[in-house]
């Protein structure tokens, strides 16, 4: 069974700081990893997609990095925000079905 | 529709009723899936449905609960004689075809149901 970890669990930030969020996983057998935002009492908003084959993969403030072999990928998130205020979940596809952790909660401070 | 829609959005039930959650999921998404989160907890994986075909309901917690999709579309999840444990979010999800390991998975909102 895919096990998901993700430190740190909780973190504040001032606004301006960059954010670095790390995920590893148990099981190297992925197709792919998402990341995901949850904001409090809504569902999961995908972020990022990055491939089996892929090393990284980037959208504007964010790059997501994939070290399949020893099961780790890092979220970064470049000057921060507080409308990045949310938890960060990665999410490891293997058959059938994506794997969760608890995420990472981030509270940007003004 | 733009994007995957469920309801109810939120449902309170009394204990040993039964529910019914639905879910609507991308126009032209045949992989749809339904998680589980409870509070504090993470994102506990249910059912895979690829078309109407249910390959992977191991998730399943106990025979109490159940789904069928229909017309490759509209997903129902049944949960019979509901018990407070039962009390979380219901999320359900969909792709494009499970096949290709591009695709990305597209979650709705959520059912939020309390057992009572």
């Known amino acids: 069974k895919q096990e998901v970890t993700q430190i740190p669990a909780a973190l504040s930030v001032p606004e301006g700081e960059n954010l670095v969020l790390n995920c590893s996983f148990t099981d190297s057998a992925i197709y792919n990893l998402q990341w995901f935002r949850q904001d409090p009492g809504k569902g999961l908003t995908s972020l990022l997609l990055?491939?089996?084959?892929?090393r990284e993969q980037t959208s504007g403030r964010l790059n997501a990095s994939l070290d399949k072999s020893s099961g780790r990928s890092t979220l970064y998130i470049a000057a921060s925000q507080p409308g990045d205020s949310a938890t960060y979940l990665c999410?490891?596809?293997?058959?059938?079905?994506?794997?969760f952790g608890k995420g990472n909660q981030v509270v940007v401070i003004p | 529709g733009a994007g995957v829609s469920q309801s109810p959005s939120n449902k309170v039930t009394e204990k040993g009723k039964d529910v019914e959650l639905r879910c609507d999921p991308i126009?032209?998404?045949?992989?749809l899936y339904w998680y589980r989160q409870s509070l504090g907890q993470g994102l506990e994986f249910l059912i895979y449905?690829?078309?109407?075909?249910?390959?992977?309901k191991s998730g399943l917690p106990s025979d109490r609960f159940s789904a069928e999709r229909t017309g490759g579309s509209v997903s129902t999840l049944t949960i019979q004689r509901t018990q407070q444990e039962d009390s979380a979010v219901y999320l359900c999800?969909?792709?494009?075809?499970?096949?290709?390991?591009?695709?990305?998975?597209?979650f709705g909102e959520g059912s939020w149901l309390t057992v009572v």
């Open positions: 999410a490891p596809r293997g058959n059938n079905r994506l794997a």
């Open positions: 999800a969909s792709s494009l075809f499970q096949g290709s390991s591009g695709n990305t998975i597209y």
């Open positions: 990055i491939q089996s084959s892929q």
């Open positions: 126009s032209g998404h045949t992989a």
């Open positions: 449905f690829q078309g109407n075909s249910a390959p992977d």
